[in-house]
């Protein structure tokens, strides 16, 4: 056996798994998507940061009689005047620089990108800072405002590029935390479902658990047991429903053995202790003539006996399942025939006693060895437990699904409804007290199992006028 094929499966475990990686992935994608937004949100921030301030150093460039000026005021935007500052601007008229930042004093052969873009167009590119960080140019090409305070100003227009710079240190920072929260985030989030998920499972298997705690403490060999359920569960209901039935069926079969065994020791009891009886008068008086007369006779019926009653709990045990079916065409009075005729040594009046009513054209497709047994047991019955005065009717009935059997014979006493139910137990006799040598209750047993292994019916009822009738059942083909 394989490895594969030897690892047990577990319901618990697959649905564990399966739940939780399904709720894994759909956090995972939101926790992603969360990151992902934020990020963007972040360094949208940052961008929007460097335009901003790029707008207000755009305002302080005026255009004034032919003369572009900037106003820049370290007091407001203190980061550029700092001579160890990380922040840089720098400003060209044309092509030419025009102003730099006191940050950039440090750097003086340092230049900040210059792009040609069209007018009113910005661009933000990734750049090593001049004191060698990691950073970002925001470069944008604009024209200088005009001195609204100068109705003469010139027309001329002055196009002026502004490349305005900052550290990524902090934004790397923020994205890296934000990644580090969005980890730790999912680990735990994954962690936590797969914790509930375990906890829900547990609950939900728990009738599982409960019908398997139950199924523990049964005991077939006590009283009759079921499994309750203080609660119905839907998915439960139906296992627990065919759990019931099996055990039932079970605890029924333990004790029909339990009945079977006691059955068969006494049936073998009786002519054991006559052997053991007739051999130990035979000892004690070996000269005794009306002794040795009739010793082998007796001990050779007493055999016989007991051979009769192996042969028939070996047929009984052969009828469940070892007998090989053959089927083909019978002719139901010719196979009847031969049954009476089995019959006769041991019922002399057979041929009186029976009133076949059966016509001669009824054919069956069955196995005969199973069909004959079955009638031979019958018929004996109602033979031997008949009323001698009234005849045993036998009919058959043929139709498209089936052909029936019916066998009748008149009885002294009605069968109760437990007797009916109990007919057809093995080593089961009407006469309790087992008075009778040559009837041992196992031919209607055997004639139950052969019905069951050939799928015939066969049912036993009282009808008018003290009768007993046996209905055969055959399906057709």
Not at 17 to 28: K, P, R
Not at 185 to 197: A, D, N, Q, S
Not at 251 to 261: A, D, I, M, P, V
Not at 349 to 360: C, D, K, V
Request: proline share 3%.
């Amino acid at each position: 056996m394989s490895q594969q094929q030897s690892k047990s499966h577990s319901i618990k475990r697959k649905l564990v798994n399966n739940i939780s990686a399904v709720i894994s992935v759909i956090l995972f994608t939101i926790f992603l998507t969360v990151d992902l937004s934020v990020d963007s949100w972040v360094e949208e921030q940052f961008n929007q940061s460097l335009t901003n301030k790029a707008n207000y150093l755009k305002t302080l460039v005026e255009h004034d009689n032919g003369k572009v000026e900037f106003e820049f005021s370290g007091k407001f935007m203190s980061e550029y005047e700092q001579a160890d500052a990380s922040e840089f601007y720098q400003l060209w008229h044309g092509s030419e620089v025009f102003e730099r930042s006191q940050s950039l004093q440090l750097y003086k052969n340092t230049q900040l990108p210059f792009l040609e873009l069209p007018i009113n167009e910005s661009k933000i590119i990734d750049y090593d800072l001049p004191n060698g960080q990691s950073g970002r140019v925001l470069i944008s090409h604009f024209v200088a405002k005009k001195d609204i305070r100068n109705t003469n100003a010139s027309a001329t227009i002055n196009s002026m590029t502004l490349a305005i710079a900052a550290p990524t240190a902090e934004l790397n920072k923020v994205l890296i935390i934000i990644d580090v929260v969005f980890i730790l985030t999912c680990v735990i989030g994954v962690f936590g479902v797969r914790y509930l998920v375990t906890r829900i499972v547990n609950k939900g298997l728990f009738p599982l658990h409960n019908l398997n705690e139950q199924i523990k403490r049964l005991d077939i060999t006590t009283v009759a047991q079921t499994i309750e359920s203080d609660f119905k569960v839907e998915e439960i209901e139906p296992i627990r429903n065919e759990l019931n039935k099996f055990i039932t069926t079970n605890q029924q079969l333990y004790s029909n053995e339990k009945r079977l065994t006691s059955d068969i020791a006494h049936e073998l009891k009786t002519p054991i202790a006559e052997l053991i009886s007739l051999s130990e008068v035979a000892l004690k008086y070996p000269d005794d003539k009306r002794i040795s007369d009739t010793y082998t006779s007796d001990v050779l019926s007493i055999s016989e006996r007991m051979k009769t009653i192996v042969n028939n709990l070996l047929l009984l045990q052969r009828s469940t399942s070892s007998i090989e079916l053959n089927a083909q065409t019978i002719v139901l009075n010719n196979l009847l025939k031969q049954t009476i005729n089995e019959l006769t040594f041991k019922h002399p009046n057979i041929a009186t006693r029976i009133n076949n009513t059966i016509a001669n054209n009824v054919t069956i497709i069955a196995d005969e060895f199973s069909l004959n047994t079955i009638l031979c047991n019958l018929i004996d019955n109602a033979l031997f437990y008949g009323l001698t005065q009234h005849n045993i009717e036998l009919s058959a009935v043929s139709n498209p699904k089936s052909t029936i059997i019916s066998l009748s014979n008149k009885v002294a006493t009605v069968l109760s409804e437990q007797q009916l139910q109990a007919i057809f137990d093995p080593l089961y006799q009407l006469d309790s007290s087992r008075t009778n040598n040559h009837r041992h209750g196992l031919g209607l047993s055997i004639v139950q199992n052969l019905c069951n292994l050939n799928g015939f019916t066969i049912t036993a009822s009282n009808t008018e006028n003290n009768t007993l009738t046996f209905i055969l059942t055959l399906p057709s083909g």
